[in-house]
């Protein structure tokens, strides 16, 4: 069965269209508006194997990052399906330069995000730091996953948010492999 999914969300406040393939090759095309969260949303496709295609437009930086972390979550979820045969976990350490992050997810059906990115309160690069952590809050609620995500240690704004997604993309890669032909859970659903 082909693990993909394509959504379109528009609203009076954005457009966005998101197509993920989970069994890909890190092929990407992303065109969000914002330079700076196409650099982490190809970061995240080329270390996670996905194939991602994403175009976003809209109002606000707030709303159409928020919108992107659903529309991407609700794609996760939906390309897992019934999640048969998953390695639902994922983990992953990081390292950018002078940053650490480390990512410990669970594709179990309900959202807990845990995030401390030891971040500043000013913008990166095009972004607001306050978007970026929308952004995985929307994700993981839509993905229905728990989401640990946290910089240990680093300097530079730009590396430590590098870091993060880089680790949140090794720890999907382990997580959406196929190692059984069961579903992962004494409860028989995920
Ligand atoms: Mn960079």
Known sequence: MERTAQLNRKTAE?????????????????????????????LL???SGI??????????THHIIEDIGIVLGECFAKALGDKKGINRYGSALIPMDESIARCVIDFCGRKALILDLKLNECDIEDVA??????????????????????????????????????ALARAIKEAIKIVSDEIPSTKGVL
């Open 14 to 42: 954005t457009d966005i269209s998101i197509e993920l393939i989970l069994d890909g090759s890190g092929k990407h095309e992303i065109e969000t508006g914002f330079k700076f969260m196409d650099h982490m949303l190809v």
């Open 45 to 47: 496709t080329r270390h």
């Open 51 to 60: 194939d991602l295609m994403v175009k976003a437009s809209g109002d606000l």
């Open 129 to 166: 730091v306050e978007d970026v952590r929308h952004f995985y809050n929307s994700f993981a609620e839509n993905a229905k996953m728990n989401l640990h995500l946290h910089v240990l240690y680093g300097d530079d704004q730009h590396h430590k948010v590098e870091a993060a997604f880089k």
